[in-house]
């Protein structure tokens, strides 16, 4: 199985305008996961390839989660297709490395690419490191985007900093979105272990 042709045909299958056959070819090599195929996946999202072998390749990376996808994960937060940006950052959630925190804070800054940001703010939370949790909390208080907020304080319960549960005990207050209230509640838990006040 592990042979050239082998890799090349799967390679090609990252391609593949077939949803089902691109996600087998992706499943395949993650399983596969060595220093060959990490290599050939780092060169994909440097080279001038389609988008989608580059979302691929992004997605690939991401179930193998080893950190030296990191830093060619780093660069493709910038890849001028906003699909590429959005698996580059969960691709860096589900690798988990400390060293893409400055890079994902960057990109929840912009205002731009709200998907790209969410992905972001949960890869943050995935990561757990609380030097996130400033720029998190900022988020929450000045902008409307929903989804993004969900994803912000669901990280905030991962990181489980207790510098954040003013916030979260603000929203479940004075919140109307039961779904953000709920995720609150949550991470509340998760920072409290269950010692929650009453909505």
Do not use: W
């Not at 905030?156 to 919140?175: S, V």
Request: net charge neutral; hydrophobic share 40%; glycine share 6%.
């Amino acid at each position: 199985m592990k042979d050239s042709d082998t890799y090349d045909k799967l390679f090609a299958e990252l391609g593949n305008r077939d949803i089902k056959d691109r996600s087998n070819a992706i499943d395949v090599l993650a399983s596969m996961k060595n220093e060959e195929i990490i290599t050939h996946l780092v060169s994909l999202l440097r080279e001038n390839s389609s988008r989608i072998i580059r979302e691929g390749a992004c997605k690939t990376l991401g179930k193998i989660a080893d950190t030296q996808a990191t830093d060619p994960l780093i660069l493709a937060l910038d890849d001028s297709e906003e699909s590429v940006r959005y698996q580059a950052a969960i691709a860096l959630g589900q690798i988990g490395d400390r060293k893409a925190v400055n890079s994902l804070l960057r990109i929840l800054k912009q205002k731009d690419d709200p998907l790209v940001r969410s992905e972001a703010a949960k890869a943050l939370g995935l990561i757990g490191d609380p030097s996130a949790l400033k720029i998190l909390l900022n988020i929450l208080r000045k902008e409307e985007d929903r989804f993004l907020k969900y994803h912000v304080v669901t990280s905030l319960g991962r990181i489980g900093e207790p510098k954040a549960k003013k916030a979260l005990e603000k929203i479940i207050k004075d919140e109307s979105d039961d779904r953000l209230i709920l995720r609150s509640r949550e991470a509340l838990e998760k920072i409290t272990g269950g010692n929650i006040v009453a909505g």
